[in-house]
């Protein structure tokens, strides 16, 4: 599909291709140049962003809080699950 770019240095996304990716106004884009006459636009994840930062940013921050807890083990996680397990089905079944 062939676009343009305005006065402003926009360019139209055709309306077919935003509902195929799901992108909306607002949505924020990746722009990267790939060689001379070429770009790529990637749709950002939307998953835990905005004041918090991106998905990859709160991964980076939390990356091993919880590595010298000596009172975490496998079945304090096996229980966790389960409980958030339990809450999902609650809030799904409201």
């Not at 905005?50 to 010298?68: N, V, Y």
């Not at 807890?69 to 809450?87: G, P, Q, V, Y």
Request: hydrophobic share 35%.
């Amino acid at each position: 599909m062939e676009t343009r770019i305005s006065s402003k240095g926009q360019i139209t996304i055709p309306s077919e291709i935003r509902r195929q990716l799901k992108i909306h106004t607002g949505d924020a884009l990746l722009v990267k140049a790939i060689g001379e006459n070429s770009i790529i636009l990637e749709v950002k994840k939307k998953a835990l962003t905005g004041s918090q930062g991106t998905s990859e940013d709160i991964l980076k921050a939390t990356a091993g809080l919880w590595k010298d807890r000596t009172d975490i083990n496998e079945n304090f996680i096996r229980e966790l699950r389960k409980s958030d397990h339990r809450r999902l089905e609650e809030l799904l079944n409201e």
